[in-house]
Antibody, heavy 122, light 106 residues
Framework: EVQLVESGGTLVQPGGSLRLSCAASGFTFSSYAMHWVRQAPGKGLEYVSG????????FYANSVKGRFTISRDNSKNTLYLQMGSLGAEDMAVYYCARTYYYDSGTSPFDYWGQGTLVTVSS | SYELTQPPSVSVSPGQTASIPCSGD??????AFWYQQKPGQSPVLVIYQDSKRPSGIPERFSGSNSGNTATLTISGTQAMDEADYYC?????????FGTGTKVTVL
């Protein structure tokens, strides 16, 4: 059974940093591109960042470019999102999700984690 | 940047058909994907590559995509189909989600 389990979400002060993790199981992690998608309270889905299966290619939405870093450890079947300079606009549930292909319009987000909540407040 | 627009809400009576449009420039030239999200839950893929259903998704869910509009259709809508629905496509090296539609089964 495919499982994606996010962790690391917590309350952080404005301007602070945080690292999210997504532990994968039930599939060959190193064969899939991985992504982070967020959802602010009461709002829609927003694509945040993606990384190719080997970690060699990454993509960031303009809203997080220069502040967030995506990475993966295929030996640990884990995806990460290092978040910095956090602001109120970053407060959201962060989901990890997989696609088979990295930069293709043919692959859906076929499995999603349960999400982890990041709260930005003083 | 590319945008996908959906109506904020759609209402349907039980057993009737709900149609949810998703509009974007030349969307028909791309693949459209649809996700269902119930309150407090993660999104679930219900349609991929315009009209294909993943394993486990009921046949009452179908999709089409042509011109500037992709459409998710729920035939014989059931109370359990009440949820938010998001379309999604890929454009110029980025994934884009629609604005979302809340389907209410009255």
């Amino acid at each position: 059974e495919v499982q994606l389990v996010e962790s690391g979400g917590t309350l952080v002060q404005p301007g602070g940093s945080l690292r999210l993790s997504c532990a994968a199981s039930g599939f060959t992690f190193s064969s899939y591109a991985m992504h982070w998608v967020r959802q602010a309270p009461g709002k829609g889905l927003e694509y945040v960042s993606g990384i190719s299966s080997d970690g060699g290619s990454t993509f960031y939405a303009n809203s997080v470019k220069g502040r967030f870093t995506i990475s993966r450890d295929n030996s640990k079947n884990t995806l990460y999102l290092q978040m910095g300079s956090l602001g109120a606009e970053d407060m959201a549930v962060y989901y990890c999700a997989r696609t088979y292909y990295y930069d293709s319009g043919t692959s859906p987000f076929d499995y999603w984690g349960q999400g982890t909540l990041v709260t930005v407040s003083s | 940047s590319y945008e996908l627009t959906q109506p904020p809400s759609v209402s349907v009576s039980p057993g009737q058909t709900a149609s949810i449009p998703c509009s974007g420039d030349k969307l028909g030239d791309k693949y459209a994907f649809w996700y269902q999200q119930k309150p407090g839950q993660s999104p679930v893929l219900v349609i991929y590559q315009d009209s294909k259903r993943p394993s486990g998704i009921p046949e009452r869910f179908s999709g089409s995509n042509s011109g500037n509009t992709a459409t998710l259709t729920i035939s014989g809508t059931q109370a359990m189909d009440e949820a938010d629905y998001y379309c999604q496509a890929w454009d110029t090296n980025s994934y884009v989600f629609g604005t979302g539609t809340k389907v209410t089964v009255l």
